[in-house]
């Protein structure tokens, strides 16, 4: 006879060890320094030109990028890579 119980114990701590990250879609803190950076570019951009009307031409492309590259290392890491190609396909 299996005790099943038992076996529910222990894969209960077992899961327990292999704590993950805090979830990227809750975690405030999750890329939270290239998001600022990326904000106080794009901010400075918009007030300082595109509404003075002398760019139209975003000027924060770098700073996109590493935010978004940070958002998919996240989403990686919780294994929702999936959610990239979803979006990717829709276009």
């Not at 106080?40 to 935010?67: I, Q, R, V």
Request: charged residues 40%; hydrophobic residues 25%.
């Amino acid at each position: 006879m299996v005790d099943t119980n038992n076996d529910t114990i222990k894969s209960n701590a077992d899961n327990k060890k292999k704590e993950l990250p805090p979830h990227p879609m809750t975690d405030p803190q999750a890329c939270k320094e290239f998001k600022d950076k990326h904000d106080a570019c794009f901010y400075k951009w918009y007030s300082d030109k595109f509404l003075k009307g002398k760019s139209m031409e975003l000027e924060c492309k770098d700073e996109w990028e590493e935010y978004q590259m940070c958002i998919k290392d996240k989403l990686k890491a919780w294994n929702l890579e999936y959610l990239l190609h979803r979006e990717q396909n829709k276009k």
